[in-house]
Each structure stands twice: as C-alpha cells, then as structure tokens.
DNA sequence: ACGCTGACTATTA
DNA sequence: CTAATAGCCAGCG
C-alpha cells in the first residue's frame, strides 16, 4: 500500500474559531486530557466513553490531530486494547511515544504496555 | 454524492 | 500466539 500522504492541517475543522466545539473530536480530546500520569487507556474504551463504542477507530482518527490542536493531548498515553503502541508511527518519531510513556513510569517493552491491565485508566470513572 | 481509507475491536480458524 | 474477516463511521478526493 503505498499510500502515505495524509500531512498538513488535515482535519480542517477541529477548532472552527471562537465556534461551539463539542464534535466528535474534541470529546475524544478532553477525554484524553484526563487521562492521569503514569496511566493509559485504550481506544475503545474512549469511544465508549463518549457513547460510541463500535466507533473506536474514530477515536484513533480523531488523535490524528491531536498533535496540533490547543493543550497538548497525551496521545501517548492512549494504546490498543492489547496495550501495543499502534500509533507510534504518529509521532515526532516512532520511539517518543515509548519514551514518554518510560518517562511517567509506565514500562514498554516490545511496543507494549507491561502490565497493562495495572495502568489502565477507565475513563468512565472519571466521568 | 459515492467510494476509499484508517492510531480499532471482536470473532473465527 | 498469528492471520483473515466483518462491523464500524467520520473525513477527504
């Protein structure tokens, strides 16, 4: 598949200025935001959160631009349900992802979560 | 407006 | 464990 491509302000309407912001996304943001240090969570368990569970690549789409948009979104500290660091690739650089996580305690090995389960943050709970 | 893509998940083999 | 398949739905050409 070579398609690639995908860069520049894509997901032009995350934040319409000074407009009412409660799309998909920026649920998927403010979710995120609150997922504690040294914690993770996974995809689906956002969507679900947000009352869309079947729609967890949504969410995963929605991190796309995440990187850009006001307060910094820990996407880092947002895997896959078997904890693996599927969006590493979406990083400044493949390892940072790893690195942030390493950095607030939470140990990777192999592109996964170690203990997994004991650093999984339910946003429900939150909520 | 239609079709393809995708940072997912669950199920089946 | 891996591989393939289906369902899912917002955004973009």
Redesign the pocket.
């Known amino acids: 598949?070579a398609?690639?491509k995908?860069p520049k302000e894509?997901?032009?309407?995350i934040k319409p200025s000074g407009n009412k912001d409660h799309?998909?996304?920026e649920m998927v943001f403010e979710v995120a935001r609150q997922i504690p240090k040294g914690s993770v969570t996974?995809?689906?368990?956002i969507?679900a959160a947000i009352g869309?569970k079947?729609?967890?690549?949504?969410?995963?789409?929605a991190?796309?631009g995440?990187?850009k948009i006001k307060p910094r979104v820990p996407?880092?500290r947002?895997v896959?349900?078997?904890g693996?660091l599927?969006?590493?690739?979406?990083?400044e650089y493949p390892e940072q992802?790893q690195e942030l996580l390493e950095k607030e305690g939470v140990r990777v090995v192999n592109d996964k979560v170690v203990d997994f389960k004991n650093h999984f943050w339910d946003p429900m709970e939150h909520v």
Request: charged letters at 10%; a positive charge; zero cysteines.
């Open positions: 598949m398609k690639a995908l894509k997901i032009s309407n799309s998909f996304f996974s995809y689906g368990a969507a869309a079947s729609s967890a690549r949504m969410v995963g789409w991190m796309n995440a990187h996407a880092h947002v896959n349900r078997q693996l599927t969006g590493k690739f979406h990083f992802m």
